[in-house]
């Protein structure tokens, strides 16, 4: 689901929500779904304001340092194949994964 709002003249904010498939899907669905997330948000337009919410599936476990700009210091466990495919997602696009930072 994709929303956009208006914050002040000229300026937007795209929310999206997306569901991603559970840790034991296979991996062509796991594909399809992050190709789908991707081209959603490519076309989001560029000065828009961006929050990605949904659940993902994903361990982004401690690691910090590897992961700097991406989690905070406030992730727990370790990182599993969903929590790797969320990171590469969030490099790619500039997005944080903010329940890390609290």
Not at 19 to 29: F, G, K, W
Not at 42 to 56: E, T
Not at 77 to 100: D, E, P
Request: proline share 2%; charged share 15%.
């Amino acid at each position: 689901m994709t929303l956009r709002l208006l914050l002040a003249v000229g300026r937007y904010m795209t929310v999206l929500s997306a569901y991603a498939p559970t840790l034991v899907s296979d991996e062509a669905t796991k594909d399809l779904f992050y190709d789908c997330l991707r081209a959603k948000l490519q076309a989001v337009p560029r000065n828009d304001r961006l929050m990605l919410l949904g659940d993902f599936n994903a361990r982004v476990g401690t690691n910090h340092n590897v992961w700097a700009g991406v989690i905070g210091r406030h992730g727990l466990g370790n990182a599993n194949s969903n929590g790797i495919r969320l990171f590469n997602l969030c490099l790619k696009f500039g997005l944080v994964i903010t329940n890390t930072l609290f």
